[in-house]
């Protein structure tokens, strides 16, 4: 297959977290393939037709970051919605180039949307689809470690807002073996700078813990989806607070941005249409 055009913008980023040899990160986010073929009904392919004007680059930047990565030997990693709504073809889509990059994977909340805006997303919702979806990629995507030259690498599905008694348990089992670790989730938590810029053009900030006393704007909608639970506030804490959680690698706003989530935990946010390339030391 040709080599695509170059389009996507590339962003190099440098994580000192004492690895025990330097290795390199290509992070992709929010690729939202809207592929849909024969094998779905009218309604499948008319959201496809509708959906497919937002993402139009979403094939080339697929095929430009598999290429990027083979360059520079790079570990592939995406932080979810590499897919916009489940279908064949799809799940097809994602599963090849899960398979050709050995892609290591955090669910967004777009993988599990049968058909995008049509009910509130909670687990019952998630459920109807996690199995099917599931089988398009090689990691557990709702919690799952890598560990690389000393490194941790925990990818956790906190994509519809919320972090589960189970991903904290495993997550706290992780970093017993003592390792530092760098997360990867699709919705980064909040910090007052990612907020006021989100916040600026949104009818809410699409963040993990978000204060409630700062959403006091949003739509009902918004504030029941984004309202932190106890479980979502401890496991917030304890990300916060563990000396060995490094940094964060995350997506799901569309843009790029370099934070802080406390003074001493960074925050990485790649956008749609970005290449970024992490050198872990």
């Known amino acids: 297959m040709a080599e695509p055009e170059r389009r996507m913008n590339r962003i190099t980023t440098e994580i000192n977290v004492g690895a025990t040899e330097p290795f390199k990160l290509l992070h992709i986010s929010d690729t939202h393939l809207t592929l849909a073929d024969e094998r779905e009904i009218q309604r499948k392919l008319d959201l496809a037709e509708k959906r497919k004007p937002h993402f139009k680059t979403a094939e080339s930047d697929l095929l430009e970051a598999e290429n990027i990565a083979k360059e520079t030997g790079a570990i592939m990693v995406h932080t979810g919605d590499i897919i916009d709504f489940v279908s064949y073809a799809n799940l097809e889509r994602a599963k090849e180039f899960v398979d050709n990059t050995d892609c290591f ?5 777009h993988e599990f949307s049968l058909f995008v805006g049509e009910a509130f997303e909670d687990a019952e919702y998630r459920n109807q689809s996690l199995e099917r979806v599931q089988e398009a990629f090689r990691n557990d995507i709702r919690f799952s470690s890598k560990k690389v030259n000393g490194v941790n690498l925990i990818a ?3 994509s519809y807002y919320r972090f589960e008694p189970f991903q904290l348990q495993a ?3 992780e970093v017993s073996f003592n390792m530092p670790v760098i997360l990867l989730l699709h919705t980064p938590l909040y910090e007052p700078d990612l907020y ?6 949104a009818d809410s900030a699409f963040l993990v813990s978000t204060p409630t006393e700062l959403m006091s704007a949003y739509t009902e909608y918004r504030f029941k989806q984004q309202l932190a639970d106890e479980m979502t506030l401890e496991a917030t804490e304890y990300i916060k607070n563990e000396l060995l959680i490094k940094a964060i690698i995350s997506g799901h706003l569309h843009f790029d941005y370099e934070g802080k989530v406390t003074d001493r935990l960074p925050q990485y946010v790649t956008g749609k249409n970005t290449a970024r390339e992490i050198i872990v030391t």
Request: proline letters at 0%; glycine letters at 6%; hydrophobic letters at 45%.
């Open 196 to 201: 006021k810029k989100k916040i600026a053009n």
């Open 171 to 173: 997550l706290k089992a």
């Open 156 to 158: 956790i599905d906190n």
């Open 105 to 109: 994977f955090a669910a967004g909340n």
